[in-house]
T-cell receptor, first 110, second 114 residues
């Protein structure tokens, strides 16, 4: 069945440093890869997404890369700030079914 | 500002009681998901619907959980009987258009079974 693995489960970085979160997926039919951010006590919200016809996408301090051959994709956050502290989820879907990774708790230390 | 609306926001119930959670998807969205989240991590897919038809509910304990969409504006998740291990936050999400579109989450229902 479909599976999405996400690493690391927790990540601490100093303010200003970069953070990288990696995901792998099993379903070769997957062609849409969104990333969600969930702040404490709130709902997950989309921060960036990428489709299979694109290898990289950037939006200000965040970027996502996709390697379809290896079936993995990554979230990169540069110049991290305290407000980046949250839980981040990757997801993969090729049909209507959204499968999420297990989440990464990012802590940005001031 | 279109949003997914879930009710109730919080529910405390005794073990053995029936619990019904409701979700109003964004108008026009025809894919609806139910997720369960424990300990602030992990979004476990319980069930999802496309055009009100259940496409997959394999993530749901069948003996006590049921999910329905009586109409396009309402999705329900029912637990009967509830157990303490069901305590979690239950999120509903909806997506519109074709495949590969953003899923919008509701604020969740925090369920506590004592």
């Amino acid at each position: 069945g479909e599976n999405v693995e996400q690493h690391p489960s927790t990540l601490s970085v100093q303010e200003g440093d970069s953070a990288v979160i990696k995901c792998t997926y099993s379903d070769s039919a997957s062609n849409y890869f969104p990333w969600y951010k969930q702040e404490l006590g709130k709902r997950p919200q989309l921060i960036i997404d990428i489709r299979s016809n694109v290898g990289e996408k950037k939006d200000q301090r965040i970027a996502v890369t996709l390697n379809k051959t290896a079936k993995h994709f990554s979230l990169h956050i540069t110049e991290t700030q305290p407000e980046d502290s949250a839980v981040y989820f990757c997801a993969a879907t090729g049909t209507y079914k959204y499968i999420f990774g297990t989440g990464t708790r990012l802590k940005v230390l001031a | 500002d279109a949003r997914v609306t879930q009710t109730p926001r919080h529910k405390v119930t005794e073990m053995g009681q029936e619990v019904t959670m409701r979700c109003q998807p964004i108008l026009g969205h025809n894919t609806v998901f139910w997720y369960r989240q424990t300990m602030m991590q992990g979004l476990e897919l319980l069930a999802y619907f496309r055009n009100r038809a259940p496409l997959d509910d394999s993530g749901m304990p069948k003996d006590r959980f049921s999910a329905e969409m009586p109409d396009a504006t309402l999705a329900t998740l029912k637990i009967q009987p509830s157990e303490p291990r069901d305590s979690a936050v239950y999120f509903c999400a909806s997506a519109g258009g074709g495949m590969n579109t953003e899923a919008f989450f509701g604020q969740g229902t925090r369920l506590t079974v004592v």
